[in-house]
């Protein structure tokens, strides 16, 4: 066993020297050692505590209080003659609870939906550096979150109207199923509306109330470019809606593979909002305004009490520093 001691000492020796040779002859030759280029890693800003709550408090509490609206816009997918007064009749027909109908689901999750929609967005934003790519990546993890809850809430208030025959099984939750990609491209819009658009809006508002145009907004009116902006990426984001609320609540689609189901989603467009007169030209109907009505009022109150919760969360947590 000695022996061995000694004849790995030996050896480690003899390495120590060899190593030492190499420096000296690395030394007096010169010859640059190669260098190589690691990327550079992003900074990311992690989300204060205040927007964590803004995010897990105010999302539920918005999303579960504007569910008869979400309700509406879902039930007009398959009505083509009512106004928005009787749709929302049809949200309250059995009596006034069930307007809140399907809220439970689509409320939970919110709690992780705008917890992206607020610190998720500002981690992107940090990670990748660009407002766009931030949107869709919010857009796109919103998306996987809410799906199953949105579809549950949907094919619930659609079978307490709905007759026997047109309802439709509900569906477990899962992340993804028919309707994803228009529900995916209705988020991606409807968040430009607070994140993109937002600011500019406010500018504007501040520059027509004829306020110096160096000084701060106030936040009456930042709350107003949050609802205008809202209001009008809402109607924008519409015939998504509109065809995602279609799709899960009707049969053909749920059982169709999806050729079939983009068949049938442009049936629907073409069928809920054109129409053809007696001339053979086409034209508008009016279920065209009364669903961007609907959507733009769901979207305006949703988006902008949420980003006025979210300044308040701020402003608060600023006010304890």
């Known amino acids: 066993f000695l022996s061995c001691v000694i004849f790995f000492c030996n050896l480690f020796r003899l390495a ?30 992690l ?11 105010g999302g539920p509490l918005v999303v579960g209080g504007f569910t008869p609206l979400r309700n509406a816009c879902t039930l007009a997918a398959h009505d083509t003659t009512s106004t928005a007064m009787r749709i929302m009749g049809r949200v309250f027909s059995c009596g006034f609870r069930s307007g809140w109908t399907g809220a439970r689901s689509p409320a939970a999750a919110s709690m992780i939906q705008f917890t992206m929609l607020g610190p998720g967005y500002h981690f992107y934003l940090g990670l990748l550096g660009n407002r766009k790519p ?45 309707g994803f990609t228009a529900i995916l491209l209705r988020n ?23 306020a110096n145009g160096s000084s701060k907004c106030s ?3 930042n709350m107003g470019g949050d609802f205008l902006a809202s ?13 995602y609320n279609f799709q899960v609540t009707s049969a053909a689609c749920l059982t169709g593979t999806p050729a079939e189901r983009f068949a049938l989603a442009l049936r629907f ?15 508008l109907r009016q279920t065209m305004l009364r669903d961007a009505m609907l959507r ?5 109150c949703l988006f902008c009490c949420y980003s006025s919760l979210e300044r308040l969360a701020l402003h608060m947590s600023n006010l304890r520093e």
Request: charge should be positive; hydrophobic fraction near 50%; include cysteine.
């Open 16 to 45: 120590l020297m060899a190593v030492a040779d190499a420096d000296l002859i690395f030394a007096q030759t010169s010859v640059p050692f190669p260098s190589i280029a690691l990327p550079s890693i992003p900074q990311v800003i």
């Open 47 to 57: 989300p204060q505590p205040a927007l964590l709550l803004a995010g897990g408090f």
């Open 134 to 178: 931030a949107l869709v990546a919010v857009a796109l993890t919103e998306t996987l979150v809410m799906y199953g809850a949105t579809t549950r809430n949907a094919q619930l208030i659609h079978n307490q109207a709905a007759a026997g025959r047109d309802r439709v099984p509900v569906r477990p939750i899962m992340p993804v199923g028919p």
């Open 188 to 210: 991606c819009l409807a968040m430009a509306g607070i994140r993109v658009l937002s600011e500019p809006m406010a500018r504007t508002l501040h520059w027509i109330s004829g």
């Open 219 to 221: 936040p009456g009116v």
């Open 231 to 243: 209001v009008l990426c809402g109607a924008l984001s519409m015939p998504f809606n509109q065809t």
């Open 269 to 283: 467009l073409k069928s809920q909002y054109f129409m053809s007169t007696a001339s053979g030209s086409v034209r």
């Open 296 to 300: 733009s009022s769901y979207i305006g």
